[in-house]
């Protein structure tokens, strides 16, 4: 498995495996980004994944030690907004975006401002994107603790023009990405 952390740009090698960028709650979602990963791993070693995930948090995250080589790395995006766009549209084309809505968690609260609010916009996006784009590989899992989760239900939904599944687990919208891929 090959990570690639926010800002670097890597050449994506479709022979090696697929792409997968997770979306999610960053502050306050319980760290599901590690889980993620590791699922990932289990069945599928050989692949990509985006992650936009602060750098500090990077030693606590072992298989962050896997992330690409410098000698992959061929250039910068200088903004992160600029490198999260670039890996969604290629991930959305070329593997799968895995949208994961976790509960807040009560040990690690976010800190300020109202839990998932950049989540809930790119979700949005992406319900749009995939409406026009419908051979876009998206796959979305939530908690049922995630709030207004069916708001966010109805509204991708309809979007879609049909009852659009979400996964009850993480394990559950992990094996619906890779077998998006397959």
């Known amino acids: 498995m090959k990570i690639i952390i926010p800002k670097t740009l890597v050449e994506i090698e479709p022979a090696y495996g697929p792409l997968f960028f997770l979306a999610g709650p960053l502050q306050g979602g319980d760290d ?3 889980k993620c990963c ?3 791993c289990k069945h599928m070693p050989n692949s990509y994944v985006a992650i936009p995930y602060y750098v500090n948090k990077e030693l606590d995250f072992p298989l962050m030690r896997q992330s690409v080589g410098e000698s992959e790395v061929v250039g910068y995006l200088g903004r992160q907004l600029d490198w999260e ?3 969604l549209e290629r991930a959305a ?3 799968c975006i895995i949208f ?3 509960k807040e968690s009560k040990e690690k609260p976010r800190t300020s401002g109202a839990y998932a609010t950049a989540t809930r916009g790119e979700i949005a996006r992406w319900s749009v ?3 026009y784009n419908p051979l876009y590989r998206i796959v979305v899992g939530a908690e049922l603790e995630f709030p207004d989760l069916s708001e966010t ?3 991708f939904s309809a979007d879609q023009g049909f009852s659009f599944q979400f996964h009850s687990t ?3 919208t992990v094996a619906a990405a890779l077998k998006k891929v397959s």
């Open 170 to 172: 993480l394990a559950e």
């Open 38 to 40: 590791a699922e990932i």
């Open 129 to 131: 994107e995939l409406k």
């Open 32 to 34: 599901w980004q590690k």
């Open 153 to 155: 239900q109805r509204n």
């Open 100 to 102: 994961w809505l976790p």
């Open 85 to 87: 766009r670039y890996y």
């Open 93 to 95: 084309k070329h593997g």
